[in-house]
Structures are given as C-alpha cells and as structure tokens.
C-alpha cells in the first residue's frame, strides 16, 4: 500500500512564477491537509480539505495561495505570483474517512521542497 | 490559541545514554498528544501517542506519560542509537476544534558513536 506521495520533491521557481504542488493521498484516505514547514522552524497548519471540498484555511495566507481536492485525481496547493519568503518544504498528509480526525493520526509524505530564486 | 513548546536542540547524546526531550502544551480542551519524528530527507511519521490525561505512549523503545496537572508530554528512551538521529516533533490535536494537528518546533537530536 502506497504512502502519501507528493510530487515534485524539488521545485525551484523565479519571483513572480506560480508553483504547484500535488499530493495524492494514501489509497482509501479522503482527508488531505497541508503543511509548511519554515526553515527552523516547526510545521504550520495550512489547510485541511475533503473530496472538493475545503473544510478549513484558517492556516491559508489570505493572498496568491489556494488549495484544491478534486473529485478524481491529487490534491494541488498552487501558489501563484511566489516570493523569496514561500521558499520552504511543503508537507501533505492524509486520514482515512472517520478514524484520523478523532484520533489525530496522520500520514505524511516526503515534502515538496520549494526554493524561490 | 492552541501551542505546544519543545526545548531547543539540538541534543548531542552519546550511543547508550538516556533522552529526555521536554514538551508541554496549551490547549483549552481536552488533547491527544502525539510525538513525530522525521528523519533526514523524509516525512514525518508517528512515533507514539496518547489520548487521555495519565496514558502512557510507547514505542521502539521511547515513551512519553499524557501528564494533565503539568501540561506536559515528554519524551524518553533508555539508551539511544545512531539510528536515532532525527528531529522531533511533539504535536497536539484537540478534535473538538477541528482536525489539525499544532506542532512543536522541532528538537533535533543528534546521537555520536
């Protein structure tokens, strides 16, 4: 059974270039939330969806950054219009249905690591 | 709102010496706790949690006791590997106010041989 994958690893993109960043949950798991972690820092909260659904951005910064969770195919976290501060690795996970929103357990992928030029 | 406070890193241990890796919360409700740990170059992955005030979480050989009266969650282990080297992440999830988890900001621990 196939982990949490995210795709690229690594992405590097000039100011200004949009940056899209998939996740493609473990099979059965229809809960994706992602993640941003800073250098030095800890991971921050950004965005929690179900199949096209947005359930809480509270984490989302208000301006350039949107996340989706079609109906078929990955979630996409697309951050358009970058600046040198989006530089940063970028985690998703996932829950099954019922179980991982009670319990708090998540399962996350290897990061998408982008670096702004 | 919600927060959770690791002690600074990183830690320089010995192989066979004894971990402690302090956290403590705030949280207004009533949390699980989780410790995180992700090795160089990939994801995190749950390393231990617990669900109630007194539970005690285990795991390859690291524990950590759900302490209520001091809000906190440390983590231990006996004897520490190389293979322990890692970053640390304690981490809440308090799922009458949502599904995400806050995170600590990471300990880095570093075991020589």
């Known amino acids: 059974n196939a982990g949490v994958m995210q795709n690229p690893r690594h992405l590097v993109r000039r100011r200004g270039q949009e940056a899209r960043l998939r996740c493609s949950p473990m099979?059965?798991?229809?809960?994706v939330y992602w993640y941003r972690q800073l250098p030095e820092e800890g991971l921050k909260f950004m965005v929690y969806?179900?199949?096209?659904?947005?359930?809480?951005e509270s984490g989302m910064p208000k301006e350039r950054f949107s996340a989706e969770f079609p109906k078929e195919g990955p979630s996409i976290l697309r951050i358009q219009q970058v600046v040198r501060g989006d530089s940063a690795a970028y985690f998703c996970?996932?829950?099954?249905?019922?179980?991982?929103?009670?319990?708090?357990?998540?399962?996350f992928g290897e990061g998408s690591r982008l670096t702004v030029l | 709102g919600d927060s959770v406070t690791q002690m600074e890193g990183p830690v320089t241990l010995s192989e066979e010496a004894f971990l402690t890796i302090n956290c403590t919360y705030t949280?207004?409700?009533?949390?699980?706790l989780f410790w995180y740990v992700q090795y160089p170059g990939e994801g995190l992955q749950l390393l231990l949690k617990?669900?109630?005030a007194d539970d005690k979480g285990s795991n390859k050989g690291f524990e950590a006791t759900y302490r209520k009266e001091t809000t906190s969650f440390h983590l231990e282990k006996g004897s520490v590997q190389v293979s322990d080297s890692a970053v640390y992440f304690c981490?809440?999830?308090?799922w009458g106010r949502g599904n995400k988890l806050v995170f600590g900001a990471g300990t880095i621990l570093r075991v020589k041989s």
């Open positions: 996970a996932s829950s099954p249905p019922s179980t991982g929103s009670r319990t708090g357990e998540l399962f």
């Open positions: 617990a669900t109630k």
């Open positions: 099979k059965g798991h229809s809960h």
């Open positions: 949280a207004t409700g009533y949390p699980s």
């Open positions: 981490a809440l999830s308090d």
């Open positions: 969806l179900q199949k096209e659904n947005i359930i809480d």
